[in-house]
């Protein structure tokens, strides 16, 4: 307060008082504490926990819808294999007829028409007469030698062979033939006609003897 000497002590007015001004011309966000820190590692730790954890889930259930749609496959395809197994013997009547002349008329019809449901299926027939032989789709019922023939084929299709995809219905049931060996073994029936040829030839020699050997007895 000042002092006037006229008009004597005049009060004057007080000047806020102003707060210092915080150094440097910006504001510094806060550092984490080592708390926060910690805090973060761990929900980083938790969060590729979990996305493993649904990565391995999801990998298991497309395993399983896999492994789901495979069994249904084959459990059809073993239904399907089991229905046409069962009309089979009706196919075979139809060939016979067929190979008789007496696949006509209505019959006729009718058999093409079931020829051509069960190949909608997926069924198809096999074996010719010349095909090499092959033990997963043949069934060999006679055996025989032959000239001309480089391995063992089928000779004659005794019955053909029905399969559906890779699944072997029924073997088609042949007769085959392989290659002459070159040292042959000698069978019972070979050596008996050779004992007969020369039991025979032994019988010409003493029916054409010497004369003069009869004379002298």
């Known amino acids: 307060m000042s002092s006037d000497p006229i008009h004597g002590d005049v009060p004057q007015p007080e000047q806020p008082e102003t707060e210092a001004a915080p150094s440097g011309s910006s504001e510094r966000p806060a550092e984490p504490t080592p708390d926060a820190g910690d805090e973060l590692a761990g929900l980083k730790g938790q969060l590729a926990e979990r996305t493993s954890d649904l990565q391995r889930l999801q990998a298991e259930y497309v395993n399983y819808k896999r492994r789901v749609d495979r069994d249904r496959e084959l459990v059809g395809e073993a239904a399907t294999a089991r229905v046409l197994a069962d009309l089979l013997p009706v196919l075979d009547d139809i060939d016979r007829a067929r190979d008789h002349g007496e696949l006509e008329g209505g019959f006729k019809a009718v058999a093409e028409s079931l020829e051509r449901v069960v190949e909608s299926f997926g069924l198809e027939r096999f074996g010719r007469p010349g095909d090499e032989f092959d033990p997963r789709i043949h069934e060999a019922l006679m055996h025989d030698y032959a000239d001309g023939v480089d ?19 029924r073997p088609a049931r042949v007769a085959v033939v392989e290659p002459k060996p070159i040292d042959a073994p000698v069978t019972p029936e070979s050596s008996g006609e050779q004992a007969a040829e020369g039991a025979s030839a032994g019988s010409q020699a003493e029916s054409t003897g010497d004369p003069e050997d009869d004379q002298q007895q």
């Open 151 to 169: 391995t063992t084929i089928a000779q004659t299709i005794l019955q053909v062979g029905y399969r559906v995809g890779e699944r072997v219905i």
